[in-house]
């Protein structure tokens, strides 16, 4: 059972450019949540989804983000028109169902999205 | 609101205990966890504790939970070379649609 996918490991974007992360999460995980990790900080959330919802968004910018979890194929964040301080680590984790059924439901990482924009 | 707070660095002797401190300030947390991130990965799962315990021990590690003080910690006993990492604490937030991370504390071992 592979774990949860992300791609590409390594982005580089010129500022202004447009950035798409994949996530595909583990098989039979429905729900997924992105996470952005910046130079020496830790993990802060940016939204949660269930197949064709965003659930909770309320980590994610106002403007130039945006994040999809269609019915068939992966997860999608998009960043439009990229900035500087968007370089970061991008983590994507599932998980089988709700967290708040606990350890039933634990949250999967993949290894990230590192995004340099130049 | 929902904040973690972990201290950023840690060092220790291999074979000596590590313990990892942590507090958090939402009171309605219903699960605290331990994740374990080495360089250029993922976030692994290491541990997780329900608020209505106290401790829990799953072999080298040990987490206690103070729900009055809200304060967690991690032992790791006998700490190994493969224990350095960036562990990170987390909870589950009030609305248990997201898990509220730490900043993380980088542990390094000592020979």
């Known amino acids: 059972n592979a774990g949860v996918m992300q791609n590409p490991r390594h982005l580089v974007r010129r500022r202004g450019q447009e950035a798409r992360l994949r996530c595909s999460p583990m098989?039979?995980?429905?729900?997924v949540y992105w996470y952005r990790q910046l130079p020496e900080e830790g993990l802060k959330f940016m939204v949660y989804?269930?197949?064709?919802?965003?659930?909770?968004e309320s980590g994610m910018p106002k403007e130039r983000f945006s994040a999809e979890f269609p019915k068939e194929g992966p997860s999608i964040l998009r960043i439009q028109q990229v900035v500087r301080g968007d370089s970061a680590a991008y983590f994507c984790?599932?998980?089988?169902?709700?967290?708040?059924?606990?350890?039933?439901?634990?949250?999967?990482f993949g290894n990230g999205t590192r995004l340099t924009v130049t | 609101g929902e904040d973690v707070e972990q201290s950023l660095f840690l060092s220790v002797r291999e074979g000596d205990s590590s313990v990892i401190n942590c507090t958090y300030t939402?009171?309605?947390?219903?699960?605290l966890y331990w994740y374990k991130q080495e360089p250029g990965a993922g976030l692994q799962l290491l541990t997780y504790?329900?608020?209505?315990?106290d401790m829990k021990q799953d072999q080298r590690l040990t987490v206690l939970l103070n729900k009055k003080d809200k304060h967690l910690s991690l032992r790791i006993a006998d700490t190994q070379t493969g224990d350095s990492a960036i562990y990170f604490c987390?909870?589950?937030?009030?609305?248990?649609?997201?898990?509220?991370f730490g900043s993380g504390t980088r542990l390094s071992i000592r020979p």
């Open positions: 984790a599932s998980s089988p169902n709700r967290l708040s059924d606990g350890y039933n439901s634990p949250l999967h």
């Open positions: 504790i329900f608020s209505n315990m």
């Open positions: 987390a909870e589950l937030g009030s609305s248990a649609s997201k898990i509220i």
């Open positions: 989804l269930q197949k064709e919802n965003i659930i909770d």
């Open positions: 939402d009171s309605s947390s219903t699960y």
């Open positions: 098989k039979g995980h429905s729900h």
